[in-house]
């Protein structure tokens, strides 16, 4: 993983717990791999939205939730560095 990676990882999990306001949770805790979803992070479909407009306004990334890869890149923090990067 590159240094840039990481540090948009870190940046990412600091953006999932403010905007979400998961104050009991540290960025360390979020596993870069791990599902946000379900049995992981155990984010719903009200936290993607307010993710998908946290990212908007941080990044300016407008994502498209009809977009069948948008469900994908939300997999994980992982997959959302890479879509960001990719899309910067």
């Given at each position: 993983?590159?240094?840039?990676?990481?540090?948009?990882?870190?940046?990412?999990?600091?953006?999932?717990?403010?905007?979400?306001?998961?104050?009991?949770?540290?960025?360390?805790?979020?596993v870069?791999?791990?599902?946000?979803?379900?049995?992981?992070?155990?984010?719903?479909?009200?936290?993607?939205?307010?993710?998908?407009?946290?990212?908007?306004?941080?990044?300016?990334?407008?994502?498209?939730?009809?977009?069948?890869?948008?469900?994908?890149?939300?997999?994980?923090?992982?997959?959302?560095?890479?879509?960001?990067?990719q899309?910067?």
């Amino acid at each position: 993983m590159s240094v840039q990676h990481t540090d948009l990882a870190l940046e990412v999990k600091q953006l999932i717990i403010d905007s979400l306001d998961l104050e009991d949770i540290s960025p360390e805790e979020i596993v870069d791999d791990e599902p946000l979803f379900g049995d992981g992070l155990g984010l719903d479909s009200i936290d993607a939205l307010e993710l998908g407009l946290a990212i908007k306004k941080q990044y300016g990334i407008k994502l498209d939730a009809n977009d069948s890869e948008t469900k994908q890149h939300f997999a994980s923090v992982s997959n959302l560095c890479r879509f960001i990067l990719q899309n910067r």
